[in-house]
């Protein structure tokens, strides 16, 4: 049988426990019909690119499944009934990583470089980095006050 990845994006109203039986449903469907699930990932709730039906965040699962192509056609059909499920997106793969998905492999890596950002001192940037040391008004350019000496200079000579 030939071998999909499916990533489903699930509402944010939905619990994690919601979920998981959503999954399962989705595991009988496919067990009565032959199919199987042999990767699940669950990439918990992220924030969505856009809006979709009113959501701006959702709940993330990717499923490696085993099926055939009416099997998975039926899968979806049932998925797009589903109110709880936002989007649905199957690919046909040559064959299914057992390793963890690049999604999950970032999370595990950023997890420790966000606590100095937040809790520590702020990044050195271009305003109140104190590089640039105090902010000067125009009058105090060499250029302006040299302008302003010869102005002065004209309306004296001017009034004599």
Known sequence: MPLYESVLIARNDVSQAQVETLVETIETL???????IQKREFWGL????????KNRKGHYV???L????DTLRELERQLGLN???LRV????????????SSVLARKSDDRGDRGNFRG???????FESGRGGPR????DREEYRARGEQDDARETAGAE
């Open 83 to 85: 109110e709880d499920v």
């Open 30 to 36: 496919l067990k009565d019909n032959g199919g199987s």
């Open 62 to 64: 990717l499923l490696g």
């Open 89 to 100: 997106l199957t690919l046909r793969v040559d064959e299914i990583d057992e390793n963890p």
């Open 66 to 69: 085993d099926c055939t192509p």
């Open 120 to 126: 520590g001192s702020k990044p050195a940037g271009r």
């Open 136 to 139: 000067r008004s125009s009058e």
């Open 46 to 53: 992220r924030s969505l690119a856009y809006r979709i039906k």
